[in-house]
């Protein structure tokens, strides 16, 4: 079936990136686009920014621009989320999610929750 | 920036009532280009409508979206048990950043 699989929780000190993965499968992971929403405890949802997975090309949230980082690797069919300078108020579960054109984000990751604390 | 503003903040009923949600945006926004989802603790969200009223796969047909412009609502007809959770809009046009609403929590009175 079409999913997506996140890594798993992690906990990261403030000044410190962290890397989150995204594994597609039961799909052609190059003809969708990926997108990034993070959601802080409690909190509504923030879109972070997307990647094209067929080109590589990026477009990221201004809030985020010179700290994330979008990467892919289509041989294992796998996006990645660099987020660097970590601060507490990052900490978040993090969410990749399929962007299906006009069908909006409609295959979601599991989330991954990545905790900044000294 | 588009700013979505939902309405109410919380909605407390009971199984079996109907449940209105408003999404309100700072300007205009494509019909073809408004979702909603939900989202149950601990839980990614689900999409549920798409192109402010077409149906995601598998979503039942109490769940309805309409609306255009500047104003959407998403309607439960008759709320059953695993409907109580946090619905939220999105806006997804060609124009970045993309935004969600802050969310409606749908509570059992």
């Known amino acids: 079936q079409v999913q997506l699989v996140q890594s798993g929780a992690d906990v990261k000190k403030p000044g410190a990136s962290v890397k989150v993965s995204c594994k597609a499968s039961g799909y052609s992971f190059t003809d969708y686009y990926l997108h990034w929403v993070r959601q802080a405890p409690g909190q509504g949802l923030e879109w972070m920014g997307w990647i094209n997975p067929n080109s590589g090309g990026t477009n990221y949230a201004q809030k985020f621009q010179g700290r994330v980082t979008m990467t892919r690797d289509t041989s294992i069919s796998t996006a990645y989320m660099d987020l660097s300078r970590l601060r507490s108020d990052d900490t978040a579960v993090y969410y990749c999610?399929?962007?299906?054109?006009?069908?909006?984000?409609?295959?979601w990751g599991q989330g991954t929750m990545v905790t900044v604390s000294s | 920036e588009i700013v979505l503003t939902q309405s109410p903040g919380t909605l407390s009923l009971s199984p079996g009532e109907r449940a209105t949600l408003s999404c309100r945006a700072s300007?205009?926004?494509?019909?073809?280009?408004l979702a909603w989802y939900q989202q149950t603790p601990g839980q990614a969200p689900r999409l549920l409508i798409y192109a402010t009223s077409s149906r995601a796969t598998g979503i039942p047909d109490r769940f309805s979206g309409s609306g255009s412009g500047t104003d959407f609502t998403l309607i439960i007809s008759r709320l059953e048990p695993d409907d109580f959770a946090v619905y939220y809009c999105?806006?997804?046009?060609?124009?970045?950043?993309?935004?969600f609403g802050q969310g409606t929590k749908v509570e059992i009175k």
């Open positions: 300007q205009s926004v494509s019909s073809s280009y």
């Open positions: 999610a399929r962007h299906n054109y006009v069908l909006a984000l409609d295959i």
């Open positions: 999105h806006q997804y046009g060609d124009s970045v950043p993309w935004t």
